[in-house]
Structures are given as structure tokens and as C-alpha cells.
């Protein structure tokens, strides 16, 4: 028990380590790096992608969280999966977008202008912290540690909800106002 212990230690110092080192990327690619050669590659689609992919990770997390409470555990893990896969198909597009057109400024001026800061801002640094909770979260299933896994979930499912709506709403918001 105490080797399980400590190696279920180290892996979660590796997901944090990991986690920090990508959000550390993220602010780099989106607010330091100049895109790639202007114009060499259309991604302007990939807006409407990531927002699909945020959409589907929102609906597998309500699914799958109706799946748990009706004890249907194989059903809850297919669509934590599926959660997965749409939010890590959504963090390649959203790099490849970053990487090739750079940050998206908000035009929009008035009242329209703090809801938007205010929603963005939440967005971004709860999905900083969403990283490595799901992560972690995703461990101890995998491990079948199902005294902590759903510790762990009561936390991590209600913030990568929030955080892949938000994610949705920004890019109504941006769409609308350019």
C-alpha cells in the first residue's frame, strides 16, 4: 500500500509538472509568439471547430455524469472518454489556431465589454486548473481508486463543464461582435 501510495504521488506530481509546463506553453504561444507567416495557412474555420469540440466534451460530461448516478458505470466511462478525446482534439486546434493567427482581440465596446473580460477571464484560469484535475481525476479511475476518484470528480466535473461552455460562449461572443 505504501509503494501504491507513493508511486500514485509521483504521478501526480508528474500530471501537475505536466500541467504547468503546458499552461506555461499556452500563455508563450498566444500572447509572446508571433504567428506563423500571416495568411500561409487558413484557419479561420478552426474557431467554429473548437467550439463544436467544446460542445461535444460539454454533452459527454452531462452524459456521463447521468450515467454514474444511475449506476450505469461502463456507459459513464465511455463518455468521460469521449469527454476526453473532444477536449484533447480541441487543445491540438486550438494550438494550430494560436500558432498560426495569434491572439483574437474583442472589438466590442460598452457594457458587452466586462461580460466578455469577465467570462474569458474565469474561462482561462479555471482551465489552467482543469488540466490537471481531470487528469488526476482520470488517474484514480484508471487505477480503480474509487474511494477518490469521485472526490476528485465532484470537483473537477462541474469546473470542465463550466470551463468547455465558457469556451462556447466566448466564441458566440467574438463571432458576433466581428
Request: hydrophobic share 55%.
Amino acid at each position: 500500500m505504501i509503494e501504491s501510495r507513493a508511486a500514485g504521488n509521483s504521478a501526480i506530481r508528474m500530471i501537475l509538472l505536466a500541467s504547468l509546463a503546458a499552461s506555461g506553453f499556452l500563455i508563450w504561444l498566444i500572447y509572446f509568439n508571433e504567428p506563423a507567416a500571416d495568411g500561409a495557412v487558413d484557419v479561420a474555420f478552426l474557431p467554429a471547430v473548437n467550439a463544436l469540440l467544446n460542445s461535444m466534451s460539454a454533452v459527454c460530461l452531462v452524459v456521463g455524469y447521468v450515467f454514474i448516478r444511475r449506476r450505469d458505470r461502463e456507459s459513464h466511462r465511455r463518455f468521460m472518454f469521449g469527454a476526453f478525446i473532444f477536449s484533447g482534439l480541441f487543445l491540438v486546434s486550438y494550438l494550430i489556431y494560436h500558432y498560426f493567427h495569434g491572439d483574437t482581440p474583442f472589438p466590442g465596446q460598452g457594457l458587452i465589454r466586462p461580460v466578455y473580460f469577465g467570462i474569458l477571464i474565469s474561462h482561462i484560469i479555471l482551465s489552467v486548473a482543469v488540466l490537471p484535475l481531470a487528469l488526476i481525476t482520470a488517474f484514480f479511475a484508471l487505477k480503480g481508486r474509487f474511494d477518490l476518484h469521485p472526490r476528485w470528480a465532484r470537483i473537477t466535473l462541474p469546473l470542465w463543464l463550466y470551463v468547455s461552455v465558457t469556451g462556447v460562449l466566448v466564441f458566440f461572443m467574438l463571432r458576433a461582435y466581428t
